[in-house]
């Protein structure tokens, strides 16, 4: 049992780094501009995103219930809700960063909830009584795509910040951690970097590079603060009619259950997130630091308490053998 | 480029500061028709904007470079005639009652440089050309401002006849209008104005800035305790505060007895290296959300909303509404965003902004619109939310009754007996004399076995005994009567109904055996075991403990135990309702306080003490039989 417990938590772990990375794989990426590669991605996710409700609808069919009764089909939902908010801008006909962020979330997502490490809850169940209302599509999946926002928006402020961390370090220092995770993904910016630095030593605010980098940079902190907002309206929704659902079953606003009090220490977290913007010294580096706290949280919030296994919300607990 | 080798004819200056000749000036504006430029510098250049100059007597006008072929060249523009120099004491607007959004101007001469600012003045011919066909006069007042003087220009429409060198006597400007910019509080004028104008003293300043002074002169205590409150990073501090008790509140399990807390948090070898017991029961970290540490952060960011809202966000509604005029180019570049159209009104500007749901005012040559003045509520509106969210919780804290109880089949109990205050402001009310009678309780299952939903056909008699209620509740569908609701959280197994040797039917009580998570198996603690999992199914066990068989209570078979025939006739369900507190009784009746909602472990260890302590019931002949 605990190294079943430990290779989850393990799994975990290495999930969300290597999201990170591609994060980061990806920005390096559009930093050096290689578009070729961009329209097959679209396209890609457009037929993710029909698969994945192709799929909810089945089960939804099958089981005769809204398809968010345990963890698997709340994965499920997840990388459904990444893939539409990886094609919302695409629609929208606006270039931004969101693909670079969602496709890999989503990819990783569904992968893991199709993985075998969760095949025994894979059949669709049925619903237990508590779970039979009206109540079950709405704060569910508000949380759910809550979750997908927060993180799709918290992921851009951890790569704003390691763009702002290597901005601020001389690229030759040896003793460089982030340097040393990097290189082998930004190969050919040291090359280019290389031959610039010779001359553009102290004036290299002012090279092409520099100038789309703070560009960037911009970009990605105004999206992460657009996306963050959203998912802030939905992880609100969501809390508030969790409550009003529990009073009609439970008879109580509010319990203090363990998977109730994280949501809200994150839904803190990210409010905290907000108001660091409003200061203007603070806002920029400080606020991606809270951003990137948050990320880790939404994933206690969400897979960490269902370790537990107790407490009100244990239909999200699984284990394994 | 035509250019000159001898003194220039007709010498004009342009707005930029060059000199020409006004018929080679005149033919290279004609040649470049798309843009007029200045030859040297390419800024705009305005036919009406030109500046002539006049030297000591007649010009030195030689016929022959006045006309070239095919172009006649029309009379040197006559300039603008700014009015007569005002006498002494007039009006002086001080450096130092500026408004810091126009800041300090040097003289306008340097300005005319600038090609927003012609921009602007461009854009005012066109504005005014079209208001003084309706005959309206116009003041528009444009400010710049050196260490000394005031400049103030001003056009009337009577002005608007110098332009294209049309000669016509210049009025005397009617109006004289000196305006201190500040932040609002003008009101937006269009055109209007009668010919009397306005003479407007520059108080505002002057109060804008003792209204600085003053917030700082705080009259008392309260002042500096809502100036404290209202500091961003203590909210932030507090929120970052309170998430750390909620998580630590997660961690360090709720509501044990102190003697888990010795065990788990010991003093000789504590978790993290300081953690142990005292820590926790000193701090109240066993009962962490009510404890007093978490209550009181969470009192001061109440506080700390209540006083963030007040001063701060009010007020900048307030000034979000204000409409305040920006009154020069410069201050207008300083924008985040800031744009340069040349030949362009703003009329049209402004119509456009409305278009796109702007609220625009329109004063003279200044614009101003916003949009979205709902963002600037929303914080608030957020704020008195949670308020408003604290504020129900403690009063539900403080003022309201709860209960659980666990009812058999058949049973009653009267509400009040089972509701206790939960707070010193609780007070019972009439409803509390009503009597519940448990009609049935059953459970509906799924093809596969599983429960689907569980259900309690409930009935309320009042004191008189007469029917004033009946409904079946289920999980997610209470029962509400004058204001106290009933809902259906769990059930458990309270009796098994047997025959043994055809004798009985005997009611065995059941108590429940905790195994695993939230599953509950009911035993019956005998020489003979039977194990009832759900109501669908008892399995029996011999005298040594051996399975015997397993029966289902609607088939009736009897089944060959150790000699004696058993006949399991019924399993009889009792209903559980959370009235959200919980009540011990004593007495016949299977009724059971417990939170049955949380904490399972705790409610199998409470039943168990409990059952250890009801005593035995009478009728019944199996030994060790305990009833709970």
């Given at each position: ?7 989850h938590?393990?799994t975990h772990?290495?999930?969300s780094?290597?999201?990170?990375i591609?994060t980061?794989?990806?920005?390096t990426f ?11 991605s ?7 995103f029909?698969c994945i409700t ?15 009764s ?16 990886h ?12 693909s670079?962020i ?5 990819i990783?997502?569904q ?11 894979r059949?669709?169940t049925?619903?237990?009584?508590a779970?039979?209302s009206?109540?079950?599509i709405?704060?569910?999946s ?6 997908a926002?927060?993180?799709c ?9 390691v ?8 690229f ?9 995770l ?13 031959e ?10 002012f090279s092409p590079?520099?100038?789309?980098r703070s ?5 990605l902190d ?8 959203l ?7 969501g809390i508030?009619s ?6 009609e079953?439970?008879?109580s ?9 994280w949501a809200?220490i994150?839904?803190i977290?990210?409010a905290?997130?907000?108001?660091t ?5 603070w806002k920029?580096?400080?606020s991606?630091?809270v951003a990137?706290?948050g990320?880790?949280?939404i994933w206690?919030c ?15 607990s699984?284990t394994?053998? | 480029?035509?250019h000159?080798?001898?003194?220039a004819?007709e010498?004009?200056?342009t ?15 004609q ?17 009406e ?16 470079s ?5 172009v006649s060249i ?9 009015q ?9 607007v ?10 300090f101007?040097?003289?306008?001469a ?10 602007l ?8 050309t079209?208001s ?12 710049f401002?050196?260490n000394?003087t005031v400049?103030?220009k001003l056009?009337?429409s009577e ?13 005397a400007?009617?109006?004289t ?9 003008a ?19 002057a ?5 600085k ?10 002042k500096?305790?809502l ?14 505060a309170?998430?750390a ?13 102190p ?10 070898n504590?978790v993290?290296g ?20 978490f209550?009181g952060t969470?009192?001061l960011?109440g ?5 963030c809202?007040?001063t ?5 509604v ?10 020069s180019a ?12 040349p030949r ?14 702007y609220e ?28 408003l969210?604290?504020?129900g919780?403690t009063?539900s ?7 659980s ?20 402001l609780?007070?019972?009310?009439e ?5 519940v009678?448990?009609?049935?309780f ?9 429960v689907q ?6 009935s309320?008699f ?7 209620m ?13 204001g106290i609701t ?10 098994l109904q047997i025959?043994k ?17 939230d599953?509950?198996?009911f ?12 109501m669908q199914?008892i399995?029996?066990y011999?005298?040594?403990g051996?399975?015997a068989?397993?029966r289902?209570?609607d088939?009736?078979l009897?089944?060959?135990?150790d ?8 399993a009889?369900?009792s209903?559980g309702?959370?009235?959200?507190i ?13 939170k049955?909602n949380?904490a ?5 260890d409470d ?5 250890n ?7 019944s002949?199996?030994?060790d039989?305990?009833?709970?």
């Open positions: 049992m605990i190294f079943s417990t430990l290779e938590i393990l772990i290495s999930f780094i290597v999201s990170i591609i980061i794989h990806l920005i559009l930093v050096d501009e290689i578009v070729k590669l961009y329209d097959s679209e396209k890609g996710m457009i037929m993710t029909f192709g799929l909810l609808i089945t089960r939804w069919i099958y089981s005769g219930h809204f398809p968010l345990d963890l698997y089909e709340s994965l499920i939902f997840l990388s459904w809700s990444f893939s539409l908010i094609i919302i801008p695409y629609f929208k006909k606006n270039p931004n960063f969101l670079t969602m496709g890999p979330s989503a990783f997502t992968g893991f909830a199709t993985s075998g490490l969760l095949t025994e809850i059949e669709s049925i619903l237990v009584p779970l039979q009206e109540w079950l709405m704060h569910v508000m949380m759910i795509l809550g979750y926002a927060l993180l928006g918290s992921l851009l402020s951890v790569s704003l910040l763009i702002t961390v290597r901005k601020k370090r001389k030759f220092s040896t003793s460089n951690h982030l340097l040393n990097n290189e082998s993904f930004f190969f050919g910016e040291i090359e280019y970097m290389n610039e630095s010779n001359f553009l030593q102290n004036t290299s605010f590079r520099n100038y789309y560009q960037l940079i911009q970009q105004y999206w992460s603060y657009r996306v963050i907002s998912g802030f309206i939905f992880l609100t929704i508030l969790g409550a009003v659902w529990a009073n079953a439970w008879g606003y509010w319990s203090w259950d363990p998977k109730e009090t809200f994150t839904w977290v990210f905290i997130y907000l108001h913007r409003t200061n203007r010294k920029g580096r400080n991606a630091i990137s706290i990320f880790l949280i206690i969400y897979f960490g308490v269902n370790l537990l296994g107790i407490g009100l919300h244990s239909y999200g699984f394994f053998n | 480029m035509p000159m080798f001898q003194l004819q010498p004009i200056v707005l930029c500061g060059h000199l020409y000749c006004w018929p080679c000036l005149y033919q290279w504006l040649l470049h028709s798309h843009s007029h430029e200045c030859p040297v510098c390419k800024a705009i250049v305005q036919e904007k030109l500046i002539p100059i006049y030297g000591r007597g007649k010009a030195n006008c030689d016929p022959r006045r006309s070239l072929p095919g029309p009379n040197r523009p006559m300039g603008q005639r700014p007569t120099a005002p006498r002494v004491n007039m009006n002086y001080r450096p130092n009652d500026l408004d810091p959004l126009t800041g101007m040097p003289m306008a340097a300005r005319f440089g600038h090609m927003t600012l012609s921009t003045f461009g854009a005012l011919p066109r504005f005014l079209s003084a066909k309706n005959g309206r006069t116009l003041t528009l007042t444009l400010s401002s050196s000394k400049f103030s056009k009337t002005n608007q006849s110098k332009i294209k060198g049309n000669k016509k006597s210049l009025q400007p009617t109006t209008n000196i305006e201190a910019p500040e932040p609002g509080g009101p937006p004028v269009t055109g209007g104005g009668s010919d009397g104008g306005t003479v407007k003293q520059p108080p505002p300043a109060a804008a800035e003792s209204k002074v003053g917030s700082w002169k705080l009259k008392g205590l309260p500096k305790v100036a404290v409150l209202s500091n961003l990073p203590l909210a932030i501090a507090e929120m970052f309170i998430a008790l909620m998580a630590l509140g997660t961690f360090v399990p709720q509501g044990e007895t003697d888990f807390y010795f065990q788990k948090y010991p003093e000789d504590p993290l300081f953690f142990s017991w005292r820590w926790i029961l000193t701090l109240g970290f066993d009962h962490m959300f009510s404890s007093p540490i209550l969470l009192t960011l506080a700390s909303l209540m006083a809202t007040y701060t966000q009010i007020p900048t307030k000034v979000a509404k204000r409409w305040s005029f920006l009154h410069e201050a207008i570049r300083k924008q985040e965003y800031s744009d340069a159209l362009a009104s703003i009329q049209d500007l402004g119509v456009i902004l409305m278009g796109a749901g625009v005012f329109l004063k003279g040559p200044s614009l101003y619109a916003f949009k979205g003045l709902a963002g600037r509520f929303a914080p608030i509106g957020v704020h008195l939310a949670l308020l969210i604290m504020a919780g009063l804290a403080t003022g309201s009754f709860r209960g109880v666990t009812v058999p089949q058949g049973l009653n109990f009267v509400i009040g007996d089972v509701l206790g205050p939960s707070g010193f609780s007070t019972p009310s409803s509390f004399n009503t009597e009678h448990v009609n049935r059953y459970m509906d299952y799924y093809n596969s076995g599983e939903q569980f259900h309690s056909d409930l309320l009042d004191l008189n005994g007469k029917e004033i009946r409904k079946t509740i289920s999980v997610n569908n209470p029962l509400r009567y004058g009933i809902y259906q959280t769990d059930w458990s197994l309270s009796a025959m040797d055809d004798e009985g039917p005997f009611n065995l009580a059941l108590a429940p055996l905790q195994i695993n998570g599953k509950k198996l035993t019956e603690p005998s020489c003979l075991s039977m194990l009832a999992r759900d199914s399995v029996l011999d005298q040594e051996k399975f068989g397993v289902r209570p088939s009736k009897p089944i060959d135990i000699g004696i025939r058993i006949v399991v006739l019924d009889i369900g209903t309702l959370e009235l959200k919980w009540a011990l009784q004593d007495g016949t009746t299977v009724v059971i306080g417990g049955t949380r399972k472990g705790e409610l199998s039943m168990n003490f409990l059952l302590q009801v005593p035995e019931i009478v009728d002949k199996q030994s039989i305990v009833s709970g």
